[in-house]
């Protein structure tokens, strides 16, 4: 094995993967690749814990996911790109932890009780849906990672997975169960096209494999700042919505000609607008050509591939496992 240290994140395969998703998560699972060995997998039992009404659908997803994650630069040469399902160990895992869980500690999670307040169109009233965090401390502590990077709603999910391997330890007198850290990813500095968090189910975002002629009339629906009635009045780019998008995709050299020309009122929002349709399309078109290039074929290669990395990972942790509980 490498000197890296590991590292390990996942994602639920609900559907396809937008601009926020990218400056949120994926962008720092890219540098995560560089420097540390990488497990990345789509959490397809994880979907189920809300869409088991429709479990057929799950499948459709991955596909797109893993696609989305080439498309966006994730290596399979680097990384260990896998799905969360076809490593049975998690279900043994699962069930074991879920043995030294006490049920408080699930009926506390902050995230369980707000997402439950949530989604009231689906009964999450379900076992599986109480125990998701003990389904996700299993594909966690499975691999052993120093670290889980993760977005602040997933926080008090990993706090579990922690709890559940110091009790492990103690239980069982070891230390099979490493805690890992949390590496907290940076808040989402991307906002929807309408100035909120963006979100599929808001119908403000801009997907990655979106065909680039579709998204002009949404950038030219874009909200801007809206003290800026005409052309002639002085706009701020610090609350407009579009300039976080310039930040992150026009090329920085431009950035002051923006600034100053939205402060002086010399060029409008439609300009600006044009601008960022041009960064857009700079942006979007290398992926959009990777994506393009990874078939369903090459999609399913990159899985099976990586399946048989991880099963080989998580067969040597449950030997150890089950040895330590003599079953
Ligand atoms: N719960 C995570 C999410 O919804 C997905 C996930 C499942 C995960 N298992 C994980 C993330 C293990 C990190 C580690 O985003």
Same mark, same amino acid.
């Given at each position: 094995?490498?000197?890296?240290?590991?590292?390990?994140?996942?994602?639920?395969?609900?559907?396809?993967?937008?601009?926020?998703?990218?400056?949120?998560?994926?962008?720092?699972?890219?540098?995560?690749?560089?420097?540390?060995?990488?497990?990345?997998?789509?959490?397809?039992?994880?979907?189920?814990?809300?869409?088991?009404?429709?479990?057929?659908?799950?499948?459709?997803?991955?596909?797109?996911?893993?696609?989305?994650?080439?498309?966006?630069?994730?290596?399979?040469?680097?990384?260990?790109?896998?799905?969360?399902?076809?490593?049975?160990?998690?279900?043994?895992?699962?069930?074991?932890?879920?043995?030294?869980?006490?049920?408080?500690?699930?009926?506390?999670?902050?995230?369980?009780?707000?997402?439950?307040?949530?989604?009231?169109?689906?009964?999450?009233?379900?076992?599986?849906?109480?125990?998701?965090?003990?389904?996700?401390?299993?594909?966690?502590?499975?691999?052993?990672?120093?670290?889980?990077?993760?977005?602040?709603?997933?926080?008090?999910?990993?706090?579990?997975?922690?709890?559940?391997?110091?009790?492990?330890?103690?239980?069982?007198?070891?230390?099979? +169960?490493? *805690? #890992?850290?949390?590496?907290?990813?940076?808040?989402?500095?991307?906002?929807?096209? &309408?100035? !909120?968090?963006?979100? @599929?189910?808001?119908?403000?975002?801009?997907? +990655?494999? *979106? #065909?680039?002629?579709?998204?002009?009339?949404?950038?030219?629906?874009?909200?801007? &700042?809206? !003290?800026?009635?005409? @052309?002639?009045?002085?706009?701020?780019?610090?609350?407009?919505?579009?300039?976080?998008?310039?930040?992150?995709?026009?090329?920085?050299?431009?950035?002051?000609?923006?600034?100053?020309?939205?402060?002086?009122?010399?060029?409008?929002?439609?300009?600006?607008?044009?601008?960022?349709?041009?960064?857009?399309?700079?942006?979007?078109?290398?992926?959009?050509?990777?994506?393009?290039?990874?078939?369903?074929?090459?999609?399913?290669?990159?899985?099976?591939?990586?399946?048989?990395?991880?099963?080989?990972?998580?067969?040597?942790?449950?030997?150890?496992?089950?040895?330590?509980?003599?079953?």
């Amino acid at each position: 094995m490498s000197e890296r240290q590991r590292i390990l994140s996942g994602m639920r395969p609900t559907g396809p993967l937008h601009l926020g998703h990218y400056f949120g998560v994926i962008a720092n699972w890219l540098k995560l690749q560089e420097e540390y060995d990488c497990f990345f997998f789509v959490a397809d039992w994880h979907a189920l814990t809300s869409e088991y009404a429709d479990a057929r659908r799950v499948k459709g997803f991955i596909p797109g996911l893993v696609k989305d994650w080439i498309a966006a630069g994730l290596d399979p040469e680097k990384c260990v790109i896998f799905q969360q399902s076809k490593i049975k160990e998690h279900a043994e895992l699962y069930l074991y932890l879920s043995m030294f869980t006490p049920l408080g500690w699930l009926e506390r999670n902050p995230t369980y009780k707000e997402i439950r307040a949530e989604l009231t169109h689906k009964d999450l009233n379900t076992h599986g849906f109480l125990g998701y965090p003990v389904l996700m401390a299993s594909d966690i502590l499975m691999y052993k990672p120093c670290a889980v990077p993760v977005g602040k709603d997933q926080l008090p999910h990993l706090e579990l997975a922690r709890e559940i391997a110091r009790r492990f330890n103690h239980l069982t007198g070891t230390e099979a +169960l490493p *805690e #890992p850290a949390d590496m907290l990813t940076e808040e989402a500095k991307l906002p929807g096209l &309408d100035g !909120r968090k963006m979100s @599929k189910s808001y119908g403000n975002s801009i997907m +990655l494999s *979106e #065909p680039i002629e579709e998204i002009a009339p949404k950038v030219r629906g874009m909200k801007t &700042d809206e !003290r800026r009635l005409r @052309k002639s009045d002085p706009g701020d780019p610090d609350v407009c919505n579009l300039y976080p998008y310039h930040k992150l995709m026009t090329d920085p050299a431009r950035l002051p000609e923006i600034r100053e020309g939205c402060r002086n009122a010399t060029w409008g929002c439609v300009d600006c607008k044009k601008v960022l349709m041009d960064s857009l399309e700079r942006f979007l078109t290398p992926l959009q050509e990777r994506r393009a290039a990874c078939t369903d074929e090459r999609a399913a290669e990159i899985l099976a591939l990586g399946n048989e990395r991880a099963r080989a990972f998580a067969a040597a942790t449950m030997d150890e496992l089950r040895s330590i509980l003599n079953y």
